[in-house]
């Protein structure tokens, strides 16, 4: 789990609920005009932006990867394919059947080696795999965007709705109060989704696509440097160049 995340999330409801509490009760924020307009207006400004199929691809996705960390990290991978190359060299592709791998790509890039693959095949089907994944992280954090460019403007939307209902009905005192609790309601909820959920989670899978880019070519070529019977030595040298020249002295320190 990214950790990172939900205590980001968390923090920032308490501190919200805090500064609440501190000047009312939390019943004073409930508004269920405001949560119309805000809720409804974002998610038909997004169907309008997206087509259905990024959309129901979109937000699931960004959900799971802004919560969840790769297993395995660059630094840990160069190891790895390294380890691979010399048990494909030593023992042949069949000896890589035997081989318990955590990572999914990796996994099924090494499965094609044990079956004897060509390379062109080999990198078609990785490289494709990969863009596609990344595709679906691209619309997720598009779609998440989205909504949090979205939520302030339909907030101001409120706002002019619950202004125009105010001043409509200045003859009655009684009911300025609440016009004016629906208008200022409004903002508040678009500010708080877009800055405290939307925008951040956008921002996080925007850092992953990234790394997911980097960490997927790396094993696209380890795998393929594996086919071609490369060294260890070599295949970790090639490997490193992927790193930051900090992970990069660790690995090199590391045992072979």
Known sequence: MDIATGLGLIAGAIVLVSLILMGGDLGMFLDMHAFIVIGGGAFAAT???FPLSSIFHGIPIGMKFAFTVRRIGPRDLVDE???LSDIARKQGPMGLEKVEISD???AKGVRYVADGYDADFIRDNLERDRDNFLTHLD????VYRS???CAPAFGMIGTLIGMVQMFANMTDPSK?????AVALLATFYGAAVANLFCLPIADKLHVKLLDEEINRTLIIDGVLMMRESKSPALVREMLLTYLPEKHRELVELAPA
């Open 47 to 49: 169907l309008i932006r």
């Open 81 to 83: 394919i390294a380890n």
């Open 104 to 106: 999914s790509f990796l």
């Open 139 to 142: 619309e997720g954090s598009k």
């Open 147 to 149: 909504i949090g460019d």
């Open 176 to 180: 300025l109060g609440p016009y004016m």
